[in-house]
């Protein structure tokens, strides 16, 4: 029976919330005295990675189940120029004997949803605020998995910009950690994941 396409948008924002209930807990440690700045940071870029390795996933699993007849109830207007009997079938189809794919930059997604979706939709269907969002969670990660020079200096232009934050917040675990909003307190990591939610659930809509 198929299912609506949202189950897979929630099992990703149920996912981010597991991994935020274990950054609140590892800051309860350290405002605890338990654990150091350097420990906490340390969490706040693997939660991040975790984070962003499975909004790709996401994309990735929803792209090749909407290509599976009766996989997915599809949001409107979805219409796939070509179907598959299995997942099997369709990932090997995309993947072209290639090993991998990258589905990140959004732009490899999109080019690939104009090939086997009519108009790429629902892939198509992100605003550039959307799609300029995702860059910027592409800019954290590189800055936090390359560390090259480039990569750096683009996190430094693109993310930190003009804000005015202090020497430790301006690295990106210091980043991922500083504070977004007083009222309700709300760290950076944490609304970076809530625009990951909520660009998964447009996606699936």
Do not use: C
Not at 36 to 63: H, K, N, P
Not at 132 to 161: C, P, Q, V, Y
């Amino acid at each position: 029976m198929a299912k609506q396409a949202n189950t897979l948008s929630l099992d990703l924002i149920s996912h981010l919330r597991r991994l935020n209930s274990t950054r609140k807990k590892l800051e309860k440690l350290f405002t605890s005295g338990e654990i150091t700045r350097l420990d906490i940071e340390q969490v706040y870029i693997g939660l991040y990675l975790d984070a962003i390795v499975s909004f790709e996933r996401f994309i990735e699993q929803y792209f090749i189940s909407l290509l599976v007849a009766g996989r997915l109830i599809a949001p409107p207007n979805t219409i796939p120029r070509v179907t598959f009997a299995s997942s099997i079938v369709a990932r090997d189809v995309i993947l072209g004997g290639k090993s991998y794919v990258d589905w990140l930059p959004y732009k490899f997604t999109e080019n690939r949803a104009e090939a086997f979706f009519r108009s790429g939709l629902p892939f198509t269907s992100l605003t550039k605020a959307e799609k300029n969002t995702i860059e910027d969670f592409m800019t954290i990660r590189n800055a936090i998995a390359h560390k090259s020079g480039h990569s750096i200096k683009k996190f430094e232009t693109d993310i930190i910009g003009n804000l005015t934050l202090p020497r430790k917040e301006r690295t990106p675990s210091g980043f991922l950690r500083s504070i977004f909003r007083t009222t309700p307190m709300q760290t950076r990591y944490e609304n970076l994941i809530l625009e990951m939610a909520a660009i998964a659930q447009k996606l699936t809509s």
